[in-house]
């Protein structure tokens, strides 16, 4: 099957600061979607992005298929930003495959 | 609101007791799906439905099974549930079976002693 790497594993920042999260796949993909995944445990649904690029207030993504990339900007970062972000793609017939994540914690 | 609804939210198991976790949704979404969730391994496909009346398997079956007798409903069912299969499970559905927008519940936690 596909294989979803995310980087990094573990990021630690300070309140305001920006941050870019990569996910690279390893074959042409026609769905590619980030989510965040809050303390509380729940699936939040930042982007569905399979190719070009996308903006939602201070957050962004772009997605290069022809290159097998996608990246995540998180600007001006706040603690509610804090959790773990999965980049989770989908291959022909092939369902919806999740990378293991990237942890965020934001320090006030 | 529409989305989808898990139950319960948590549970406690007895091991080889039998326990099925619900999920319905409510946006005529075609395709269904069961993940776990454990430490490490991020988000693993059990089943998946792509319309009502199918099922198939995903990357981790052994233990569980589906049914979609419609729609809105696809439970998941844990025949003899043993301690490896604590975890916590998300249910998703998307339009259609390919290449759209996946949404999630909320995740049911599940422990088996």
């Known amino acids: 099957g596909i294989q979803v790497e995310q980087s990094p594993p573990d990021l630690i920042l300070q309140e305001g600061a920006n941050s870019t999260l990569r996910c690279n796949f390893s074959?042409?993909?026609?769905?590619l979607q980030w989510f965040h995944q809050n303390p509380w445990g729940q699936l939040i649904n930042l982007f569905y992005?399979?190719?070009g690029t996308k903006q939602n207030g201070r957050l962004s993504a772009t997605t290069v298929a022809t290159e097998r990339y996608s990246l995540l900007y998180i600007s001006s970062s706040q603690t509610t930003d804090s959790g773990v972000y999965f980049c989770?793609?989908?291959?022909?017939?092939?369902?919806?495959?999740f990378g293991t994540g990237t942890r965020l914690t934001i320090i006030p | 609101i529409a989305g989808i609804t898990q139950a319960p939210t948590s549970q406690i198991l007895a091991a080889g007791r039998r326990m099925t976790l619900r999920c319905t949704q409510d946006?005529?979404?075609?395709?269904m799906y069961w993940y776990r969730q454990d430490l490490g391994l991020g988000l693993r496909l059990i089943h998946y439905?792509?319309?009502?009346?199918?099922?198939g398997k995903g990357e981790v079956p052994d233990g569980y099974s589906v049914s979609r007798a419609n729609t809105d409903d696809f439970p998941l069912t844990l025949a003899s549930a043993v301690p490896s299969q604590t975890s916590v499970y998300f249910c998703?559905?998307?339009?259609?079976?390919?290449?759209?927008?996946?949404?999630f519940g909320q995740g049911t936690r599940l422990t088996v002693v």
């Open positions: 992005i399979p190719s």
């Open positions: 074959d042409s993909v026609n769905n």
């Open positions: 946006m005529r979404h075609n395709a």
């Open positions: 998703a559905s998307s339009a259609t079976w390919g290449g759209t927008e996946a949404f």
């Open positions: 989770a793609v989908e291959r022909g017939n092939e369902k919806l495959t």
């Open positions: 439905s792509n319309t009502a009346g199918t099922t």
